[in-house]
């Protein structure tokens, strides 16, 4: 697995809020005598800090069978979060690498199924892990293949249409419509 690096994506937005609302509540519970972080959790992220809310989340959402979906609520960004706060955090880096064959499983399932926007949201997640994986490389011209096919399909749909429109233009009961 590569270092992880922080990239510019486009559900930084919807990241950046998840950490805002992290800091909050975190803020919120130092400032209403929070015992504060033990040396224990800070070097595990377990107690009340950013990291320790997140990896939380993330185990709960492992629980609830949520590794990369839904968007804004699934183990991947959360671990990812954590990364961001803390990138050498080596519970939210274990988790990653570990669960990836799972993970790429479900983005081949959504490219399998056609739900091909979720497919390239979930490859982001994974590109974010590791973009040399071959896998994750493969899924990419994959989701690429499907799209050039749901394209040629969509084209041949609308000359279909078009042809069937001219004809009806063509025939006498469209000629006598006009």
């Known amino acids: 697995m590569q270092p992880f690096m922080p990239a510019v994506r486009r559900d930084l937005p919807r990241r950046g809020a ?28 377990s107690g009340n800090d950013g990291v320790g809310i997140l990896l939380k989340l993330a ?15 699934n183990a991947y960004e959360f671990y990812l979060s954590v990364l961001e706060l803390d990138p050498s955090n080596a519970t939210a880096r274990e988790n990653l690498a570990g669960h990836l064959p799972q ?7 959504a490219i399998n199924g ?29 989701l690429d293949a499907q799209r050039a096919i749901v394209v040629r399909e969509d084209e041949a749909r609308a000359a279909a249409i078009q042809a ?3 004809a009806a233009a063509a025939s006498p009961a469209g000629a006598s419509a006009q």
Do not use: W, Y
């Open 18 to 45: 998840l950490l805002a609302l992290v800091m909050a509540l975190v803020a919120c519970g130092s400032s209403h005598g929070g015992s504060g972080s033990s040396s224990a959790d800070s070097a595990g992220g």
């Open 59 to 73: 185990d709960e959402a492992l629980k609830d069978h949520r590794l990369i979906a839904p968007a804004g609520a």
């Open 103 to 109: 993970a790429t499983e479900a983005v081949e399932q």
């Open 114 to 142: 056609r739900q091909l926007d979720e497919a390239a949201r979930e490859l982001r997640l994974l590109r974010e892990v590791d973009n040399n994986n071959f896998t994750v490389q493969l899924l990419a011209g994959k």
């Open 164 to 166: 069937k429109a001219e």
